[in-house]
């Protein structure tokens, strides 16, 4: 069976902090790993991964994908209250189109 | 352009009523997907459409959900005599075309069955 496990599930850091969020998959025929914020309702795309050891980055966000230990991480440096939320991780299959979410870290970053 | 749009934002109903969730999706987009979220976990595929027909049904929970896309853009989701275990957050998504890509989510439909 398919796994998406993220952790920690929660986290509270102080503003000016630096995050680390994982997510480790199982996952016959992976294709790629994508990163999403759900601030209300929403979840909004951050992230995709599909090959390994390549860091993506956008402002004080990065992710890196790890296709021999089956992981990733989505780094957040200097925090700020704006970036609580609660971020998802997804994986595709090749030739998929389902996301198969892991159930999320809760982020709250205080003042 | 402008987003994916559900409506309602929120709808409560009672056990045993029918409910019907919209989706608009991102103009020119061919793939549509619906997933539900309840609380505290990530969002569980339901269903997938590529064009007007159901290319993957496999997530829909039984056979009181269905869900159709008659024009090959908005589409709606159906829930028959709904029960309380049917309460959760109904996502939309779209993408350009099917495949494993980027989904662009809508806000979602708060359904909540008294």
């Known amino acids: 069976e398919d796994k998406v496990v993220q952790s920690p599930l929660s986290l509270v850091v102080h503003e000016g902090d630096t995050v680390t969020l994982n997510c480790s998959y199982e996952?016959?025929?992976?294709?790629?790993l994508l990163w999403y914020k759900q601030e209300k309702k929403a979840p909004t795309f951050l992230f995709m991964l599909?090959?390994?050891?390549i860091e993506k980055k956008s402002g004080r966000l990065s992710s890196i994908l790890d296709k021999k230990e089956l992981f990733s991480i989505l780094n957040i440096t200097a925090t700020q209250t704006g970036d609580s939320a609660i971020y998802l991780c997804?994986?595709?299959?090749?030739?998929?189109?389902?996301?198969?979410f892991g159930k999320g870290t809760s982020l709250l970053v205080t003042p | 352009g402008a987003g994916v749009s559900q409506t309602p934002s929120n709808k409560v109903t009672e056990k045993g009523k029918y409910v019907e969730l919209r989706c608009d999706p991102i103009?020119?987009?061919?793939?549509l997907y619906w997933y539900r979220q309840s609380l505290g976990q990530g969002p569980e595929f339901l269903i997938y459409?590529?064009?007007?027909?159901?290319?993957?049904d496999s997530g829909l929970p039984n056979d009181r959900f269905f869900a159709v896309r008659p024009e090959g853009s908005v589409s709606t989701l159906k829930i028959q005599r709904t029960e309380r275990g049917d309460s959760a957050v109904y996502l939309c998504?779209?993408?350009?075309?099917?495949?494993?890509?980027?989904?662009?989510f809508g806000p979602g439909t708060r359904l909540t069955v008294l």
């Open positions: 998504a779209s993408s350009p075309n099917g495949g494993p890509y980027e989904q662009f």
């Open positions: 103009s020119g987009h061919t793939a």
């Open positions: 997804a994986v595709i299959k090749d030739s998929g189109y389902a996301l198969n």
């Open positions: 459409f590529q064009g007007t027909g159901a290319a993957d």
């Open positions: 996952v016959t025929n992976f294709r790629s």
């Open positions: 599909t090959s390994s050891g």
